[in-house]
């Protein structure tokens, strides 16, 4: 399943996003509970501007592993994209509520915050508590 994933990721990362998606979506085919091919999926899929199949691949990432919170960014990052800003920001105070009780990758914030083109606020992280008990 990592060698799929790797691949479909390495085409995404090259600027290849239709092999990327063809590879993503032989990998769904073998293995359509692993998330993470669905993830793979629709990072490329939003980098070609296919935001509803985007959207559905990230829904379908968030059904099979609700901890991870990364894609709940890149969710509402294409539901912001897609004209659905209430849907996005929604997502995002979940995020940011979940944020307070275990690790979110800041990434989930930065790509959010670019989709909706606030450079200035892509690299803010809202404070994390959990983070200054871990420096004591």
Known sequence: ???????????????????????????????PDYWLVHFAMGIAQFQKGCLEQAITSRETTLRLSPSFTHAAGFLAAACARSGDPGRAERLMADVRDRSTR????????????????????????????????IRT
């Open 1 to 31: 399943m990592m060698v799929h994933f790797g691949l479909a990721f390495a085409l995404y990362c090259k600027g290849q996003y239709d092999d990327a998606i063809e590879h993503a979506a032989t990998a769904v085919d073998l293995y």
């Open 102 to 133: 275990q690790h979110v990758s800041p990434n989930a914030f930065g790509v959010y915050h670019a989709a909706l083109g606030q450079a200035d606020s892509m690299f803010e992280c809202p404070r994390l508590p959990w983070r200054s008990a």
